[in-house]
């Protein structure tokens, strides 16, 4: 039952892919709006799942459309597709006076860099592929504008010809590895600060519980002990009376006296009888001391 299963799996794998990689998700294709003079690309660029905004403007002329470039039409062995995260854009400008004159095209985005660079494409060139002087202004909010300078019929003109119109080719750069580390750099110590702001917040909630149970529970407070009643002062003890040496001696001879007459005198073996008149006479004797004995 495991191999059938298995040998599904594998067959659909083919048609998933041709599925998902049938339109090449490399080449984003942006959507294009205008509004006054001002034209806004729409696009998801590579490395990134949300769309972002370019905004392009352009003073000295009329900025008439811009439209995206397939990077298959500009690919040359001296640049590489994958630095170029968005589509490569084509500006047409019109109403240039004079001809020959010089306009400035602002591309600004959140999505540019402070080393986002503007790289121009002429093919009608020996080198068709230029990096642009453009400077790189940073504006609030987060917004890099790049700014290029391009005179009608220069090389940055595909057109060639000082006609009073720009057909101006080319695209915003940024290192793919320099993207690749920095994304990995991120995430790497993303992941300790993460963890490093779960662990505060851990112990500090954990304060907080600590503190709102000891409000909770306070000890019983322990009753006061009564206040001890005053002692009374005792009396001083009678003066006792010393005992002279003579009088010590004295009872202790009359209880040693004492103690020896309530002694029990041993009694003596008396299996053999005898009836002389010594026998006789000290039964009687002792009959007699035992009447005094137990006759008090």
Same mark, same amino acid.
């Given at each position: 039952?495991?191999?059938?299963?298995?040998?599904?799996?594998?067959?659909?794998?083919?048609?998933?892919?041709?599925?998902?990689?049938?339109?090449?998700?490399?080449?984003?294709?942006?959507?294009?709006?205008?509004?006054?003079?001002?034209?806004?690309?729409?696009?998801?660029?590579?490395?990134?799942?949300?769309?972002?905004?370019?905004?392009?403007?352009?003073?000295?002329?009329?900025?008439?459309?811009?439209?995206?470039?397939?990077?298959?039409?500009?690919?040359?062995?001296?640049?590489?597709?994958?630095?170029?995260?968005?589509?490569?854009?084509?500006?047409?400008?019109?109403?240039?006076?004079?001809?020959?004159?010089?306009?400035?095209?602002?591309?600004?985005?959140?999505?540019?860099?402070?080393?986002?660079?503007?790289?121009?494409?002429?093919?009608?060139?020996?080198?068709?592929?230029?990096?642009?002087?453009?400077?790189?202004?940073?504006?609030?909010?987060?917004?890099?504008?790049?700014?290029?300078?391009?005179?009608?019929?220069?090389?940055?003109?595909?057109?060639?010809?000082?006609?009073?119109?720009?057909?101006?080719?080319?695209?915003?750069?940024?290192?793919?590895?320099?993207?690749?580390?920095?994304?990995?750099?991120?995430?790497?110590?993303?992941?300790?600060?993460?963890?490093?702001?779960?662990?505060?917040?851990?112990?500090?909630?954990?304060?907080?519980?600590?503190?709102?149970?000891?409000?909770?529970?306070?000890?019983? *407070? #322990? /009753? %006061?002990? &009564? !206040?001890?009643? =005053? *002692? #009374? /002062? %005792?009396? &001083? !003890?009678?003066? =006792?009376?010393?005992?002279?040496?003579?009088?010590?001696?004295?009872?202790?001879?009359?209880?040693?006296?004492?103690?020896?007459?309530?002694?029990?005198?041993?009694?003596?073996?008396?299996?053999?009888?005898?009836?002389?008149?010594?026998?006789?006479?000290?039964?009687?004797?002792?009959?007699?001391?035992?009447?005094?004995?137990?006759?008090?």
């Amino acid at each position: 039952m495991r191999i059938f299963i298995a040998a599904a799996v594998f067959a659909l794998i083919p048609r998933i892919s041709w599925a998902e990689f049938s339109e090449d998700i490399e080449k984003p294709k942006p959507e294009f709006s205008r509004q006054g003079d001002r034209v806004t690309a729409k696009l998801i660029p590579r490395g990134k799942s949300t769309s972002v905004l370019i905004d392009f403007e352009v003073s000295g002329g009329k900025l008439t459309k811009v439209s995206g470039v397939d990077f298959e039409t500009a690919a040359r062995p001296e640049v590489d597709t994958k630095d170029f995260r968005s589509a490569l854009f084509m500006a047409e400008v019109a109403e240039i006076s004079p001809p020959g004159a010089e306009v400035k095209v602002k591309i600004s985005s959140k999505f540019f860099s402070s080393s986002t660079q503007y790289h121009v494409f002429n093919e009608h060139l020996e080198k068709p592929w230029m990096i642009s002087e453009a400077g790189n202004i940073a504006l609030p909010d987060f917004l890099q504008e790049l700014v290029v300078t391009v005179k009608d019929g220069g090389p940055y003109d595909s057109d060639g010809a000082a006609d009073g119109k720009i057909v101006f080719t080319g695209g915003p750069r940024d290192s793919f590895w320099g993207y690749a580390v920095g994304t990995l750099f991120i995430r790497f110590f993303g992941v300790f600060i993460v963890l490093g702001v779960l662990m505060i917040g851990m112990i500090v909630s954990g304060k907080i519980f600590q503190t709102m149970e000891k409000k909770k529970v306070k000890p019983a *407070e #322990k /009753p %006061k002990p &009564p !206040a001890a009643a =005053k *002692e #009374k /002062p %005792k009396s &001083p !003890a009678p003066d =006792k009376k010393e005992v002279s040496p003579e009088m010590a001696t004295a009872v202790a001879v009359a209880l040693h006296l004492h103690l020896s007459s309530l002694r029990s005198s041993a009694t003596m073996p008396l299996s053999v009888p005898r009836l002389d008149s010594w026998t006789q006479h000290g039964r009687q004797q002792m009959m007699e001391e035992r009447f005094l004995i137990f006759n008090k």
